[in-house]
């Protein structure tokens, strides 16, 4: 059972259903009743594979998808598009996920989440789109935090690089969390997840389908790497310690530097205060590397109440979104990645 309580079954087509171009996150589960992988036909066969909605609140890829449709409706898509909507029931609820249902960007084949019907479904599409020689894969998402748009890939090798450099110059290479989409379609054709900005945000829906576009006229992704390329590898994910409470604003055990948000994807000098603890001797942060080792004390040091920085780093994704931080985590930890 899902989290609706509902049989989980992949829908498939080969049509847009009536209303899809204009129809908001929160109508698709009325229209489609489950996640639904839909094979339109372009001229050239190869097709492009997009999802969105794995995370269901996090909309510019849908909008982003229905503007490039909407502008193709009249002509023949220079491509093959076969797009995967994700988590319907979530987007109806405007959540991320819901209660009882898995991530579903944490069960793609290749994940270590136990067998259940939302790993076999993602197993189906991947098995579906594999048959169909996929040109690249892209999944379309948004963050919370002040970030700019960036391309993730999860295998450092030339056309994977050029499909997110052909969305920004930033790149972040990761290889966790696993069971993410990306990965499982790396195994297949170039793939990235795309972080498009904050929710809402006009320009991230149109660089997503000014991006769409681009990546559907293209015939081929050049074999070279791209040189003008920051490209970035996380190396570790800090959540806040479970047993502690914190804020922003000193009301609580730890209190976070509300400013670290500004620095995302800026280098942030060894020396530079995190957060102040309170009487605490226990360490406010969990920081693990991608092999899921404890490294807090490779990054932080305290000095008095302070947590200060041990080195310098190149934070991603800090939110100040308290129910974000709690559910997902407080910041990755990136540095330069050197080919
Ligand atoms: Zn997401």
């Known amino acids: 059972m899902n989290g609706t309580g509902n049989y989980l079954m992949l829908n498939e087509m080969t049509t847009l259903p009536d209303g899809f171009l204009d129809a908001k996150p929160d109508q698709l589960k009325a229209m489609l009743g489950s996640p639904t992988l839909i ?4 001229k050239n066969p190869r097709p492009l594979f997009v999802s969105t909605l794995l995370h269901g609140n996090e909309s510019s890829g849908l909008f982003a998808l229905q503007a490039v449709l909407k502008s193709y409706e009249k002509k023949p898509l220079p491509r093959s598009l076969s797009l995967f909507i994700g988590n319907v029931s979530a987007a109806e609820q405007d959540q991320r996920v819901l209660e009882g249902q898995p991530d579903y960007n944490r069960v793609w084949p290749g994940t270590d989440h136990a067998d259940c019907q939302e790993t076999r479904l993602m197993q189906q599409v991947v098995d579906i789109m594999k048959k169909h020689k996929p040109f690249a894969s892209i999944d379309l998402h948004n963050n919370t935090g002040r970030n ?8 450092v090798s030339a056309q994977y690089l050029q499909l997110a450099r052909l969305f920004s110059h930033t790149v972040v290479y990761f290889t966790t969390p696993i069971g993410v989409q990306s990965q499982a379609f790396s195994a297949i054709c170039p793939a990235v997840t795309l972080e498009c900005g904050k929710v809402g945000e006009l320009d991230g829906i149109s660089h997503a389908s000014r991006y769409l ?19 970035l590898h996380t190396v570790a994910r800090v959540t806040v310690n479970k047993e502690m409470d914190f804020s922003f604003d000193g009301s609580a055990e730890i209190k976070l530097e509300a400013s670290i948000e500004l620095y995302n994807f800026r280098e942030v000098k060894e020396n530079t205060e995190f957060a102040e603890v309170s009487q605490s001797e226990s360490e406010p942060f969990e920081v693990q590397d991608e092999q899921g080792n404890n490294v807090y004390e490779s990054y932080f040091k305290a000095e008095g109440d302070k947590i200060i920085l041990k080195k310098t780093v190149i934070p991603a994704m800090f939110t100040r979104n308290i129910d974000v931080i709690r559910q997902d985590c407080l910041c990755y930890l990136m540095e330069h990645f050197e080919q």
């Open 39 to 42: 094979h339109l036909q372009g």
């Open 148 to 155: 700019p748009h960036y391309g993730c890939v999860n295998r």
């Open 213 to 231: 576009d681009t990546v559907l006229q293209l015939d081929n992704l050049p074999d070279h790497n791209p040189t003008d390329i920051d490209l």
